[in-house]
């Protein structure tokens, strides 16, 4: 046994030499003891689970000398578990329910018998995982498939306890974006993962992909408390899509919503009979006209999976389209801005799957999924354009190729490799009306009421400018781990596994500008002038290799201890790349001579090491089944999580990167930018991404979490739990500037008129601002990336660089039976950090005085009171009703106030500590209404949802700054819209 293991160990290692990063493998588990009727433990005892989703047949182990056995790499499912013993009656347990990385403990007393006799129990699947300290939900086929939602992965996690979103996507109205979101940490320390496979986009930090809803089979989130497996501090989200199985199975769906026409002859929006407007007098005097309403939603998919071989070879596939058209706020086809133009987005999903039996104990699982998205007009959303000529032109492939091989070396041992690529194109081109000729921009969002042909507000831009942009994003990945069990060891069992992890990320970017300028207006009259160095091929790329080992070790059946390691090391490098000369390269050699290097034509050899991160992050967490009986447990954890590193800090330091200024323009009155009309010298920059600097000795940012609580199962199927959050980040980086000193500043302190915006009354005050020396005005800028110290930090704010979240989250779990389910939370909590965002990226922090007023606060995403029910109720005859209820506290936020014509240029600053306000709290209700209809091959069901039930119009966003938009409203939630939905399943 020990040479086997020793070979089992060898030819793991070998693996890990030989491959390249990141997986954990899409399954759970059960495991247990057998006692008999005195409490004395039954070794020998045969263990064997059975279920549809099992291919090859049953699943056995026999239980050791302590009594305990552990069934692994069970597909999620419903299983059969039977336990054989000679001279003892067997048992069999029912409708065992077995979720994504879930241990379910399943303990039995076995009965003497004289002869064979049989024990069949029913149901009594627990809901108290008693093995691990993870604190997250699953969503399984109920929560799926009975709640009313807009059937994309972000509105799932809307659901989830203690997850804060940066949008409430009614209906669909959001879908075609990712949604933000936060449950402590920031975005750019989530994970996604796809039947195993890591498929974060490390440039964008989201999903690289959108998905097929109705492809899953199972989705996992997971908020604290993750073990060694998962390397960042974020949300976890870990989605398995179904398979084949011995029975042929699919179907067919088919969902619609229509929001409503534009009336060109009455210049308004009229509702369909499906929804309404929540649009009051007030809102649209406020500059709200139609809210964002939708033209039409539809989603239609087609599914079929099932043998080619039984026991052998099943294969699963589906075909899957979502249309997202929704008309945009400030967004106009024409340039008379009376026509609102329509915001479409078109999601094509396609996938394959095969899952090979090789031999009893091997298996391999192929999978091809292929993505697109179509979107004519992308932005025209977010910067309001005049016409559809300045919106972007997107079509993006996705492709996501997985194979998985897993082989049981015996009912203890596994091993198992995961190879993956994502391949993804992301051009953002020119719209089919872009003629070249006349490409209109907007900075900001506009009012409907706001004059031609020029917007009035008091800054922003306007103007001439073009910018052409390809992404091209590769991901190649592989994950190898290996898990062995031991019965009894060190007064224990033990559930040993480790792994070893390689990722590389590349991202391939060529930009592209009309001229190498932009031109700008303020109040409708020329402003500004930007030069740049255009046309620019730029390269970056990040890889990380992590090992981990972990042991989830049972001491006398009650405490079980989570002890784990992990250790991760990360590079951020740059390829080799090349540019040519850039547009403007004559404008720079007359008047910017010291850049001409970055506008010439130039290549640039390949950097590595560039930043080498290695971080060693423990964990340790205890469960402590109160009463023996596996429905009441006490967990405690503590953990260490090193940050995941995007490539955006290789981009940051790119040599490549971008060069540009600002001059002031002097127009002529023709409105067309000429040579001559500009300052003699630019009065903002020139800002020099490509001379940015990486300070040697950066140490890599991390988290330490600690989370304490109870989950005790009610009574069957229902769960409660209680569990407090406490989560520091330490270390963090920000870029800090060079080009210009920090202190080369002078403090003003100015009139505020305050929150009336009017001069002379009695809420008038002062503000500071600081002013930079006019010897240093046109200087070159850049930064040098490093930590900031304690002491630093102490000394500007007061307080250590850091961000700080505490959460005390309540939840109550009541799993499908006797025709009912329901998922229901309330979470109290707070987030605060200098980075608004609880992002990892660098920030205005540092850059001079005036970023760091009131620096410190609440994030966006704090938010004290979350309040989540879903679940649905079965009636007779097949009528069912689902609902999901939602409040969610308003956003923090604070005024601001603009310093005009400082030697800088103008400067916004606040005017009052971050945070120190918070819009309205959200609150919505969705509810689903349907029948199933039995026929002789199949089940059809027919649904109507109705989404925003009450038609709330909460303000979700506001203007900011006094004496330009100060708390005009900007969004609010999309109002009520009902949708009929159509499904037939076999």
Known sequence: MRKASIACLALFLSFTVLTIAFSQVPTGEIKGVAKDATGAVLPGVTVSATSPALIGGARTSITGERGGYRLINLNTGIYEVKFELEGFKTVIRQNIKVSLNITTTINVEMQIAPMAETIIVTGESPVVDVKTANIGVTFDKELLEKVPNARDVWVLLEESPGMVMDRFNVGGSESGQQ????????????????????????????????????????????????KAEVPSPGVYLNIVTKQGGNRFHGGGAFYYEKGGNWNYDTGEFEPSWMTTTNVTPELEAAGIAVGKPMDYWLNYSFELGGRIIQDKLWFYGIREVQKIHSFAPGYYEDVARTTPGIDATDLPHYMLKLTWQVTPRNKITFSQFHSE????????????????????????????????????????????????????????????????????????ILSPTDPQPYPHWARGY???????????RDRWQNNNTFSYYVDDFLGGSHDFKMGFNIMDFTSHT??????????????????????????????????SKGFYIQDTWTLKERMTINLGVRWDTWECYLPEQHNAAAHQLAFIQTYNPDLVQYFEDRTYR?????????????????????????KTALKFNWSRYGHQIGNWVANWSNPNGRVYMYYRWYDDGDG??????????????????????????????????????????????????????????????????????????????LADPGPDEEYGTGDDGTFTVYEMWPDYVGQPEYWVMRNIGKEEAERIWGREFTGIYKAFILRFTKRWSHNWHMLASYTYSSLNSFRYDASDQATALLDDPNADIYAWGPTFYSRPHLIKIAGSYQFPYGINLGGFVRYQSGAPWDRSIIAEDLNQGDVEVRVEPRGSQRLDGIFTVDLRLSKVFRLPKGNL???????????ANTITSIGTTTLDDLERPLNILPPRIARFGVKYTF
């Open 179 to 226: 949604s933000g979101f936060s449950a402590g940490s920031g975005e750019m320390q989530s994970q996604y993962n796809f039947d195993g496979i890591d498929i974060t986009d490390m440039a964008a930090t989201g999903a690289a992909t959108y998905f097929a809803y109705d492809s899953f089979e199972e989705l996992q989130v997971s908020t604290h408390a993750h």
């Open 373 to 444: 998205k179509f979107r004519p007009h992308r932005d025209s959303d977010n910067y309001a354009y005049i016409t559809a000529e300045t919106a972007y032109k997107q079509a993006s492939p996705k492709n996501i190729p997985q194979i998985h091989w897993t082989t049981l070396l015996s009912d203890k041992a596994m091993f198992d490799i995961s190879f993956g690529y994502m391949d993804m194109d992301f051009p953002l081109a020119p719209t089919d009306e872009n003629t070249w000729s006349q490409c209109l921009y907007e900075y900001r």
């Open 462 to 472: 306007f103007g001439s400018y073009y910018a052409y942009y390809m992404y091209y």
């Open 510 to 543: 060529n930009r592209y500008s009309y001229n190498g300028t932009r031109w700008g207006w303020r109040n409708g009259k020329s402003y500004n002038i930007m030069i740049e160095n255009d046309d620019l091929e730029i390269w970056y790329s990040v890889g």
């Open 606 to 630: 390949a950097q590595r090491d560039m930043v080498n991160f290695s971080k060693l992050a423990p964990r340790i967490g205890f469960i402590y089944d109160v009463f023996g009986d596996g």
């Open 672 to 749: 067309v930018f000429e040579w001559g009309e500009q300052a003699s010298k630019p009065y903002s920059g020139p800002y020099m991404a490509a001379a940015n600097q990486i300070l040697p000795g950066l140490k890599q940012p991390f988290t330490d979490e600690f989370s304490i609580g109870v989950d005790h199962e009610l009574m069957e199927d229902i769960g409660i739990s209680a569990t407090f959050v406490y989560k520091k980040d330490k270390d963090l980086i920000e870029d800090v500037a060079q080009g210009i000193p920090y202190d080369a500043y002078d403090k003003l302190t």
């Open 941 to 951: 069901e027919a649904m109507f949802d109705v989404f925003n039930l009450f038609n």
